[in-house]
């Protein structure tokens, strides 16, 4: 598999956002223009501070954008926000960095040199597409047997736990259609559609369970348990009600990326 020049450039493009790694504007560097990242003094309703916004995503809304586009560097202007009138003052004119230097390469990346970052990027990258198609394979040729009872028991465990929550939430589940009205309001789906969703994931979730106990790769408590607290903090009564396995599932899958590697470079 390669890795093309659009390839790397995209993920660079991706990781430079996600790190906020912003470099002086190279093109028309002193007019304000769609993308850029401007930097600007903000005094409005007695708060006064420095912003960064990026003209186009409407970060202060469509009229922000629009009175500050052709302006540079010192330029002034009037700002309405909640009804309040301030005055925003451009102080730098911006953009996301597009490519790696060593600098970059030893703060983000943990690498000495810009060439050592790209090459950990192109590992990530390769990483990424051999998952995208092996993994895909591995669920639609695998054969599940003889762990009926273990699903269906799973199944009506879950779905007994969404019958309290919709109980709890005052849903009469012996009225016709109520258990559905609910898992419509709170997953888009009736109970037959819920219940077909939790079978294809306990289905799949034994496939890796099967696959990491084949390659001796085992997970720690601990790796569950930094999973569980990450889950934990948004996941709500959904997750609560997965389960163990649902917990499980995501370390196995987070960890099948590297796995997969081990037959790739064989």
Same mark, same amino acid.
């Given at each position: 598999?390669?890795?093309?020049?659009e390839?790397?450039?995209?993920?660079?493009?991706?990781?430079?956002?996600?790190?906020?790694?912003?470099?002086?504007?190279?093109?028309?560097?002193?007019?304000?223009?769609?993308?850029?990242?401007v930097?600007?003094?903000?005094?409005?309703?007695?708060?006064?501070?420095?912003?960064e916004?990026?003209i186009?995503a409407n970060?202060?809304?469509?009229?922000?954008d629009?009175?500050?586009?052709g302006?540079?560097?010192?330029?002034?202007?009037d700002?309405?926000?909640d009804g309040?009138?301030?005055?925003?003052?451009?102080?730098?004119?911006?953009?996301?960095?597009?490519?790696?230097n060593?600098?970059?390469?030893?703060q983000?990346?943990?690498?000495?040199?810009?060439?050592?970052?790209?090459?950990?990027?192109?590992?990530e990258?390769?990483?990424?597409k051999?998952?995208?198609?092996?993994?895909?394979?591995?669920?639609?040729?695998?054969?599940?047997?003889?762990?009926h009872?273990?699903?269906?028991?799973?199944?009506?465990?879950?779905?007994?736990?969404?019958?309290?929550?919709?109980v709890d939430?005052?849903?009469?589940?012996?009225e016709?259609g109520?258990?559905?009205?609910?898992?419509?309001?709170?997953?888009?789906?009736?109970?037959p559609?819920?219940r077909r969703?939790l079978e294809?994931?306990? %289905? /799949? =979730?034994?496939?890796?369970? @099967? *696959?990491? #106990?084949?390659? %001796? /790769? =085992?997970?720690?408590?601990? @790796? *569950?348990? #930094?999973?569980?607290?990450?889950?934990?903090?948004?996941?709500?009564?959904?997750?609560?009600?997965?389960?163990r396995?649902?917990v499980?599932?995501n370390?196995?899958?987070?960890?099948?990326?590297?796995l997969?590697?081990?037959?790739?470079?064989?």
């Amino acid at each position: 598999m390669l890795i093309s020049d659009e390839d790397l450039s995209s993920a660079i493009a991706v990781d430079m956002y996600v790190y906020n790694v912003l470099v002086p504007k190279s093109r028309n560097a002193d007019i304000v223009e769609y993308g850029d990242v401007v930097k600007v003094y903000i005094d409005i309703n007695y708060s006064r501070g420095e912003k960064e916004v990026i003209i186009g995503a409407n970060m202060l809304g469509e009229d922000f954008d629009e009175n500050i586009l052709g302006m540079k560097v010192g330029d002034q202007f009037d700002f309405t926000l909640d009804g309040v009138i301030g005055q925003v003052t451009v102080q730098s004119i911006l953009m996301f960095a597009d490519s790696i230097n060593d600098k970059i390469a030893k703060q983000y990346y943990d690498c000495d040199s810009a060439q050592e970052a790209i090459i950990k990027i192109k590992h990530e990258l390769l990483k990424t597409k051999v998952f995208d198609y092996i993994y895909p394979q591995i669920i639609r040729n695998s054969r599940i047997s003889e762990y009926h009872q273990e699903r269906n028991k799973y199944v009506n465990r879950v779905v007994n736990l969404v019958v309290q929550d919709a109980v709890d939430e005052g849903y009469d589940i012996n009225e016709d259609g109520s258990i559905d009205t609910y898992l419509n309001a709170e997953m888009g789906m009736s109970l037959p559609e819920y219940r077909r969703e939790l079978e294809t994931f306990y %289905d /799949e =979730y034994l496939i890796l369970r @099967e *696959l990491f #106990s084949q390659e %001796d /790769e =085992y997970i720690s408590q601990e @790796e *569950l348990d #930094s999973y569980n607290i990450d889950m934990s903090e948004y996941a709500g009564s959904l997750y609560k009600n997965l389960g163990r396995e649902y917990v499980i599932y995501n370390v196995y899958y987070d960890k099948l990326p590297d796995l997969l590697m081990k037959y790739y470079q064989k």
